[in-house]
């Protein structure tokens, strides 16, 4: 986000050197809410672990364009697998089922147990959007975030500001002409991300395995 995009009301609240502070730290928190950076990264490079199943899951979310995958120094063939979930970065396997990787039980059949990253297979991957952030260091690029997302950044970062120096766990009181309150949470716990700002997001959340 940057702060030509927020409503002049909040540009106006803080200082442009903190303003800055709030667009850096509401954009990590709501990037740690879907679950991966939304920024466009290119060339991602990342290890997965093998399960022996059809799937692959990679970390990252989002992901745009599967460059390569590399199976113990071996680069497969590009239409021996699919990205068959962008959002949750998972690849299917149309061969043959990815290898598994980790550690097997001891004896002379030995079966696999715990599957981890053992570096064997390794994935490069273009991911993410180009945010306005990304367009205001290179007019060259494009920006195609969801506008839903910049819209809850948009709300996220305009409220932060709003209670600005007031703690943020203070559930709807008021103190002589100071009035505060709170956003609850889905689970009804508090949150600093506003629950309208969390049910924008709610398409790109990268749910759990």
Excluded: C
């Amino acid at each position: 986000m940057t702060s030509e995009l927020l409503p002049l009301t909040a540009r106006a609240a803080v200082e442009p050197a903190r303003l800055g502070l709030f667009i850096t730290a509401v954009s990590d928190a709501l990037a740690a809410y879907v679950g991966y950076p939304l920024h466009q990264r290119l060339g991602v490079v990342e290890t997965v672990a093998g399960t022996g199943a059809p799937h692959l899951w990679l970390r990252g979310g989002a992901v745009r364009r599967v460059v390569r995958v590399e199976v113990r120094g071996v680069e497969l063939e590009p239409d021996a697998y699919a990205l068959e979930s962008a959002l949750m970065g998972r690849l299917v396997a149309r061969r043959h089922r990815w290898p598994f990787t980790g550690t097997w039980s001891p004896g002379v059949s030995s079966t696999p147990m715990e599957a981890q990253d053992t570096g064997e297979v390794v994935v490069t991957y273009d991911a993410g959007w180009v945010t306005p952030g990304q367009r205001a260091l290179n007019t060259s690029l494009e920006v195609d975030l969801p506008a839903a997302i910049q819209l809850a950044a948009v709300e996220a970062i305009t409220a932060a500001v709003s209670r600005d120096g007031k703690p943020g766990d203070v559930a709807s009181e008021s103190i002589g002409g100071t009035s505060m309150s709170y956003f609850a949470g889905p689970d009804g716990g508090r949150t600093a991300i506003p629950t309208t700002t969390l049910q924008m997001l709610g398409p790109y959340r990268k749910g759990r395995r």
